[in-house]
């Protein structure tokens, strides 16, 4: 069926290290990808988002990269921090649609 | 920044009980969603709303519920016999245009007992 989803639901990161984070789609119409942010008793908060048209695209201290040929997208966090323990979520939109498809989510804890 | 409002953040309300969730989005966005998120699931597409009418919802999305933009700047979400099963924490969203801007908002924790 059509999904998007994370490989791991949960990550534990040394701060300071990087974090990569995966999410697998399996709609090849799908042509526009978000990453969320979600802090406990909060909403999702976009982090960065890409079309399929690119195969990276870079933030401050996040980097997505987007596999169109094995259908597969990743966030990189550089240097995790405290503040980044959350759980992360990949989203997919289809071209025409406004919804987004959520996947579910992978809990990232960083140790000091 | 421009933020999504929704108030209450958390409601409590026995099975049975119609319930609406409220929500204030960005002034200047056009497109406005629901999403429901069970306790450790997925955030799900409830349904979306432009031009005063619903573009498109989910199969979730069933005759117990309705979305409403009774003024300029409120857009709420009616549940009217909840059930336990209702019981999630439900986001709004708006967005400038289609899928641009999206903005999420804290969220209503719903709680049926």
Known sequence: ???????LPTLSVQEGDNSIINCAYSNSASDYFIWYKQESGKGPQFIIDIRSNMDKRQGQRVT??????????????????????????????????????????TTVTVRA | EPEVTQTP????????????????????HLYFYWYRQILGQ?????VSFYNNEISEKSE??????????????????KIRSTK??????YFCASSEGGIYGY?????????VV
Request: aromatic share 8%; charged share 20%.
């Open chain 1, 64 to 105: 997505v990269l987007l596999n169109k040929t094995v259908k597969h997208l990743s966030l990189q966090i550089a240097a995790t921090q405290p503040g980044d323990s959350a759980v992360y979520f990949c989203a997919e939109n289809r071209a025409g649609d406004y919804k987004l498809s959520f996947g579910a989510g």
């Open chain 1, 1 to 7: 069926g059509e999904s998007v989803g994370l490989h």
């Open chain 2, 60 to 77: 979730i999305f069933d005759d117990q519920f309705s979305v409403e933009r009774p003024d300029g700047s409120n857009f709420t979400l």
């Open chain 2, 9 to 28: 953040s958390h409601q409590v309300t026995q099975m049975g009980q119609e319930v609406i969730l409220r929500c204030v989005p960005i002034s200047n």
């Open chain 2, 42 to 46: 997925k955030v799900e597409f409830l």
């Open chain 2, 103 to 111: 903005t999420f908002g804290s969220g209503t924790r719903l709680t």
């Open chain 2, 84 to 89: 336990l099963e209702d019981s999630a924490m």
